[in-house]
């Protein structure tokens, strides 16, 4: 069984950055995307940031483009998710997650983490 463990969450004032890291036990294939997903309370789970292993290509949904980037350390099989100039409406849980293609349904990711609060006070 794939494992995901992330860390990193916290409380930061608006304007501030922090950084996320999700370790995997193992690779789900030769070849697989891993991304993250967030869920603030009474809201559904959305899309933020994916990456291709192999290629390294990435994609990031419209409302973080220009402030996270996503990043890969192979060596560890561990993802980061730098977030910068942080906005009271990024507060969630942020999920790390891995499946076997980029794409941004969140019911089509096998894998997941527990989460790691992400909390911007204004």
């Known amino acids: 069984q794939v494992q995901l463990v992330e860390s990193g969450g916290g409380l930061v004032q608006a304007g501030g950055s922090l950084r996320l890291s999700c370790a995997a036990s193992e690779r789900t294939s030769s070849s697989y995307v891993m991304g993250w997903f967030r869920q603030a309370p009474g809201k559904e789970r959305e899309f933020v940031a994916a990456?291709?292993?192999?290629?390294?290509?990435?994609y990031y949904a419209d409302s973080v483009k220009g402030r996270f980037t996503i990043s890969r350390d192979n060596a560890k099989i561990m993802v980061y998710l730098q977030m910068n100039s942080l906005k009271p409406e990024d507060t969630a849980v942020y999920y790390c997650?891995?499946?076997?293609?980029?794409?941004?349904?969140?019911?089509?990711?096998?894998?997941w983490g527990q989460g790691t609060q992400v909390t911007v006070s204004s």
């Open positions: 990456l291709d292993w192999a290629s390294t290509y990435t």
């Open positions: 997650a891995a499946g076997p293609r980029l794409h941004t349904d969140t019911n089509l990711y096998p894998y």
